[in-house]
Structures are given as C-alpha cells and as structure tokens.
C-alpha cells in the first residue's frame, strides 16, 4: 500500500517519510522567515530615506520663515511705526514695497553664487544678511536707518527664496518632488501666521516699543538655519557640476529609496552635465539668446511667477487691516484678530496642496487656483463697489478675502514655485529661476508700494477688479502654456520640452509640404 517506516518509527503514506518532510517544512519557514528579515530592512531602508529627505527639505526652507513673518508681521507693525516715526502714507507704501524690489538683487546674485559655492551655502549666506537687516530695524531710531536695515533683509530674502526649491528640487526623488518642493511655500505662510500673531501679541505694548519687538522675534529663526548647515547635504546635481562624483552618488544613495534608481539618477545628472559642458556659450548668453525650448521655459517659468504677484496676493496679505477697514472694522484690535485669520487660512490651504500636488497634478491645482481666485477678487470688487460698509459687507469681505487666500495657497502659491525649478536645464537652472524670482519680486514690489495710491484713485472695489482681471488672464496661460511634470525626473522634464519644440517643428514641416503639394496640384489643373 505504499507504507514506509522512516528512521523515527513513523510511517508516510506517501512514500516520503514524516522526518523527511518536517525537513522540508522547517526550511521553508527558514526561508520565508529570512524572507521577512529582507523585506523588513527594505522597508526600513525606505522609511529612513523619506526621513531623511523630509528633514532636508525642512531645514532647507527655514529662510522662507524670515519671508513670511516679514509679510505678515508689517501688516500689523506698520500701524506702530506710522505712528512712532511720523511718516506718512507714501513712505509706507516705499518701506514695506521695498523689501520686494530689493530683493530682486538677491535672486540674480543668488544664481550665480548658488552655481559657485553651493546651494546650501547660499541658504547660509541669505541667513546671515537677512539677521544683519532685521537687527539694523529693531534698533533703528529713524525712518532712514529703517530703510537701510529693510534692504539688507530684502537682499537676504532674495537668496533665500530663490535658492530653496532648487536644492529641494535637486535632492527629492521624483515620486515626491512636487509635495516637497511646496515646503518653502508652506513655511512662507507659516512665517506670515507667526507675524500675524506676533503683531496682536505685542499690540498692548507702547508704539515706540510694539514693532520692535515684533520685529526682533523675526531673528530667531536665523539661529536654526545656522543648525541646519551641518545636517543637509549638498545638492547631488551641483556636486556633479563640480565632478566630485562619489560625494554625489553618496548623497543620492541617502536621498533615494532603491540603490537601483540612485544610480539611474546618478547616470542621467552625469548625461546632462556632459551635454551642457560640452556648449561652449556662457550661460547669460544662452540666457539672451536661449533655443526655441530654453526660450518655452523661460517664458513658463518667468509668467506664472509673475502672475503670481499681479493677481494681487500680497495687498490682501499687507493691507489686509486697510482692506477690512474699508468694509467698516474701525477697531484697530478686531482687524488685527480677521487679519490672524487670513494667515490661519493660508496656512490650511497650503498643507492642502502639500498632500494634492502629486496626486492632481500641477496644472489642475493651477486651473483650480486661478479660477477661484478670480471669483472671490472679483467678488470683493463688487461688495466694496456697489455696497456701503455694515455688518454683512464685513462678513462678505472677510469670506471673499479668506477665499482669494486659500484658492492663492492651494496652487498658484505653491506651484508655480515647484515649476520653476523643475523646467529648466541643470547647467542654467540657478540663473533661470533667478530671473523667474526677479519677476516675481519685482511685480510683488509693484503691487506693496502702489495700492494705496491706486485705492485712492479707483477706490478698493476697482482695484480688486484690476486683480481680477489680471487673474483671468492667468488661467488662459496656465491652460495653454503650462505643461504637466508630475512623476518625471528634472532631466525627463527637459527632454519633455526639447521634443514638444521638435515635435512642433515637424508639424510646420509637413504643413509646409502639404501646402507644396497643394500648389502644385493647383497648377497642374
């Protein structure tokens, strides 16, 4: 019958015996139990990678904290120092209007330097000159010397912003680049909620005392980026350009969750480092005389950051107490408590596109931005225009103006961020985004230092007609001229828009011929 006795006594009916085939069972469970060690140190692996990554790309946007509590704490601090320093409105419009022209010198400095000594050494030296600035206005004793330690933050703030999602850009992988790189965005509006607070907290205070105070608590967050210079890394894409190859793959084994995919990464920077060395041009010239697909990124990148500012955000977040006086909040204490709301509101909506943007996409949580954007600035014109100031104008403009914050926070604030420093080439992405920063600053300085003489001329209602107007025209460029890059590497993204212009130039081609053919149909008829 097939019964065998094993060397134990016991019988199989199989003809194998039962020693035999606890043999086979305990190696098994061996192997699986091996099995679960490897997929427990491969999840491991996994989950200090996007630790690892995390902390860098918090620390990283450390300086975007010193941006927003600018931002945030002038709305209020302004109110003390009109009344400390006697100025009057124009040289309120210059002190806080600024910092953001100003700027523009750190960004186009910020390029250049982040290409000679590294992107985490600029964001050490944007820490450095913007603490100099803010203790030169805690300490200023007049409105000259508050002008000077305002440019000194403004230079500072220019590196800060423009070097940050670069480096983020440069050390992520590609699944989470977009959430990641919208970190310098969600800590601007952090900065702003803290400056808002900052201003109520301190309002109790003597108008000699208040906005220096207010000003002061800016330093503090210089001291963690000091700490965080010896934490992150430097981006792997720079250290390439600089062939200093195993320092760069070291990085990007740290920073990538497969060793597969970090030497993927690691073969591609290197393809395009050599393409880029090997074109002789200077980057400034191949910046004024870019390739028709240098020349398609340029005018993405630089467009969205300046429909960005154009659109009106900032004279919702600096005079957002002028504003919801204008619908009737005559006291001081109660616009300073709708004005923490306008950062509360920001801060949530900004998280929302931290979780969005690689889920969506970038161009629908532009689409979606731009178009609630242009509802509620609109909306507002129409209350400050066509109705007297009560209680349900109050209410309106204070949902109206959380509304045009929290659709700004939920795509064009933190994205066209992320597109800037993904669309362009390695060998020009510092200088480009620093040109797409420039205009980005330059406009918000437009809009700082000129609202409340265009209030004066066109009343409030019009001006948030003029924003309106500008926003509708910022979805008709998203929707034609901004591409998808979600889930491709930065060198996938480039090659995206190389092929598009060939792709382009090979639609003219054969529309060319097909014409030829027609005209020579003709004739022969």
């Known amino acids: 019958m097939g019964i065998q006795e094993n060397g134990n006594g016991e019988l199989g009916l199989s003809g194998i015996s039962l020693g035999t085939k606890n043999k086979y ?119 000259a010397v508050l002008m000077i330690g305002r440019i000194l933050a403004g230079v500072g703030i220019g590196f800060g912003v423009m070097i940050s999602p670069i480096y983020i850009a440069e050390i992520s992988p590609n699944v989470t680049r977009g959430s990641l790189t919208t970190f310098p965005e969600i800590f601007i509006n952090v900065g702003i909620l803290l400056g808002y607070v900052s ?7 003597s108008a000699h005392i208040s906005w220096r105070i207010m000003l002061a608590v800016g330093i503090l967050p210089s001291a963690f980026i000091g700490f965080a210079l010896f934490v992150i890394p430097e981006s792997p ?50 910046l004024l005389y870019p390739s ?28 957002s107490p002028e504003i919801f006086k204008a619908a009737g909040i005559e006291d001081k204490s109660k616009s300073l408590v709708a004005t923490v709301g306008v950062g509360i509101t920001k801060t949530i909506f900004i998280l929302a596109a931290l979780i969005l943007i690689d889920k969506l996409g970038r161009k629908p949580l532009l689409l979606i931005s731009t178009i609630g954007m242009t509802v509620c600035l609109f909306s507002i014109g129409v209350i400050l225009t066509l109705f007297g100031q009560g209680s349900v104008v109050i209410a309106l403009s204070i949902l109206f103006v959380y509304g045009n914050v929290a659709f700004f926070s939920v795509g064009l604030g933190p994205v066209c961020w992320v597109l800037t420093s993904e669309i362009f ?20 300085g437009i809009v700082a230092m000129s609202f409340l003489s265009v209030t004066r001329t066109i009343t409030f209602g019009g001006a948030f007609f003029l924003f309106s107007g500008f926003s509708a025209l910022a979805i008709v460029f998203v929707y034609t001229l901004v591409p998808e890059t979600k889930g491709k590497s930065l ?35």
């Open 425 to 444: 080439p390695l060998r020009v992405r510092a200088q480009a985004s620093a040109l797409g920063a420039v205009g980005n600053r330059v406009c918000s």
């Open 25 to 143: 069972k305990r190696m098994n469970s061996e192997l699986r139990e091996d099995n679960d060690d490897v997929l427990q140190i491969q999840e491991d692996k996994r989950n200090n990678t996007r630790k690892y990554v995390l902390a860098c790309a918090i620390f990283a946007s450390l300086n975007n904290v010193l941006l927003g509590y600018d931002v945030g704490v002038m709305s209020g601090a302004v109110i003390f120092i009109k009344e400390d320093l006697k100025i009057n409105e124009v040289q309120v419009e210059f002190l806080i209007g600024i910092l953001s022209i100003v700027s523009l010198l750190g960004s186009l400095g910020g390029g250049r330097t982040s290409d000679i000594i590294g992107r985490k050494w600029t964001m050490g030296l944007a820490a450095v000159v913007f603490q100099a600035g803010a203790l030169i206005m805690t300490l200023a004793p007049s409105y």
């Open 491 to 525: 060198e996938q993204i480039e090659i995206m828009f190389q092929n598009e212009h060939q792709s382009e130039r090979r639609e003219t081609e054969l529309g060319d011929v097909e014409q030829l053919v027609q005209n020579k149909t003709g004739l022969t008829n």
């Open 237 to 286: 894409r720079w250290l390439v350009m600089q062939n200093r190859i195993d320092e760069a793959r070291t990085v990007l084994l740290k920073t990538n969750e497969e060793e597969k995919e970090a030497e993927e990464r690691l073969a591609e920077i290197q393809q395009t480092v050599g393409l880029a060395n090997y074109e002789d041009q200077p980057v400034w010239r191949e």
């Open 292 to 319: 028709p697909a240098l020349r398609r990124m340029l005018i993405t990148g630089i467009g969205i950051q300046c429909f960005q500012q154009i659109s009106g955000i900032d004279a919702s977040v600096y005079y």
């Open 199 to 205: 201003n109520y907290a301190f309002s109790g205070f």
